[in-house]
């Protein structure tokens, strides 16, 4: 296939597995930034205030900051601010999601992709095979 087959379009996959080592540091910059997005809090609400739904998603993000770590590092996340700077690139689409998970990188057992199947993704294309070794390549999605 040449260049000018190929998409412009491509799906870049990072996963991360990161330590909370300050879950109150997280948390107090996930809070200043969801402040820094909505403003300072309102006090009352009334009914017919045109800005009631976003104070509603505001302390709805505050909440779930407070609940959980995972919450409070995904708010933070921008996947702009990683290819935002890269030149000839722009940012088509984005979702990116965060768990809490049982990690023990020591573990034997321990895999975090076992179902995933994405070693084909890095094998060589077998000549005129378009999909790659193993056939079609498993989307998790």
Do not use: C
Not at 37 to 56: F, K, N, Q
Not at 69 to 96: H, K, N
């Amino acid at each position: 296939m040449s260049t000018d087959e190929t998409s412009r379009f491509v799906r870049l996959r990072v996963e991360m597995v990161l330590e909370i080592t300050d879950l109150d540091a997280l948390t107090g910059t996930a809070l200043e930034s969801i402040a820094a997005e909505y403003g300072e809090p309102l006090t009352e609400v009334a009914v017919s205030d045109p800005d009631e739904r976003g104070e509603e998603r505001r302390m709805h993000a505050e909440a779930a900051v407070r609940a959980d770590g995972a919450e409070a590092l995904a708010s933070l996340v921008d996947p702009f601010d990683l290819v935002g700077e890269v030149p000839g690139v722009e940012l088509a689409q984005a979702s990116w999601s965060s768990e809490s998970i049982d990690y023990d990188p020591d573990a034997q057992d321990w895999d975090d992709d076992a179902d995933d199947d994405e070693e084909a993704l890095f094998l060589p294309l077998d000549e005129g095979d378009e999909e790659g070794p193993g056939g079609a390549i498993k989307h998790n999605g």
